[in-house]
């Protein structure tokens, strides 16, 4: 064999070599991180790598909130059909169970998106109070979505401001978009019924997003 035959071989085989190790590292279309699994809801952060599609062939089987923790550019085929989403940190979605689909991150660099998964119906409990904070402090507390299973509310505080007392009835996802007190951006916790008043004692303007329950 001729050594210019030998030198393509080898060439060859390099390039088929690297192209393995290249695929065996790349990273996966969509990363999963477990916050919360509760009986009422399971909570994750679904990381997104650029211009990788992620393939669903038995689609999601759960209703969900979305809510972006990053801006970005995402599309989604579900059949015929090709939805392109543009999102900003802290925009909310709801997303009902679907059949198989394709979505991939158009942006230049990774996304997150923080997902509350329904694990049944609604509890049927009542969830109306006189003093729900949306009503008896509008100015800290607004219904940014509502359908028959979640309402999402949006919170804010400036910079050491006091609350009115407000009454919580449903249980709820609490997800901080900056760091106030002892939680940081982006921590996740699930917080119960209670009545109390909010005060916000930091030198910055406090951020949250709660999905109640129903």
């Known amino acids: ?6 030198g393509y ?3 060859w085989s390099s390039t088929l070599v690297a192209s393995t190790v290249c695929a065996q590292n790349a990273p996966a279309p969509a990363a999963i ?3 919360l699994d509760t009986p009422e809801a399971r909570v994750i952060v ?5 211009r990788t599609p992620s393939i669903a062939r038995t689609g999601h089987a759960t209703d969900r909130v979305l809510i972006y923790l990053d801006n970005g550019v995402m599309t989604r085929k579900e059949g015929d059909r090709t939805e392109t989403i543009e999102f900003h940190r802290g925009d909310v979605r709801w997303r009902p ?6 979505a991939e991150n158009t942006s230049d660099k990774p996304i997150r998106i923080l997902e509350v ?7 049927g409990k009542p969830y109306t109070t006189a003093l729900d904070p949306a009503k008896v402090d509008s100015r800290h507390y607004k219904v940014d979505f509502e359908n028959d299973k979640v309402r999402v509310l949006r919170v804010h505080y400036e910079p050491h401001e006091k609350g009115q007392m407000h009454e919580h009835i ?15 951006a982006d921590d996740v916790r699930m917080a119960g019924a209670s009545t109390h008043t909010e005060e916000n004692a930091g030198d910055q303007a406090a951020d949250r997003i709660a999905v109640e329950l129903k």
């Open 117 to 123: 998964d329904l694990k049944g119906p609604p509890s």
């Open 9 to 11: 071989l080898v060439l």
């Open 46 to 50: 679904a990381t997104l790598q650029p």
């Open 97 to 102: 169970a679907s059949g198989p689909y394709v």
């Open 33 to 35: 991180t477990q916050k």
């Open 170 to 184: 449903l249980n709820r996802v609490v997800l901080y978009l900056n760091d106030q007190a002892a939680m940081k």
């Open 1 to 6: 064999m001729s050594l210019s035959r030998i």
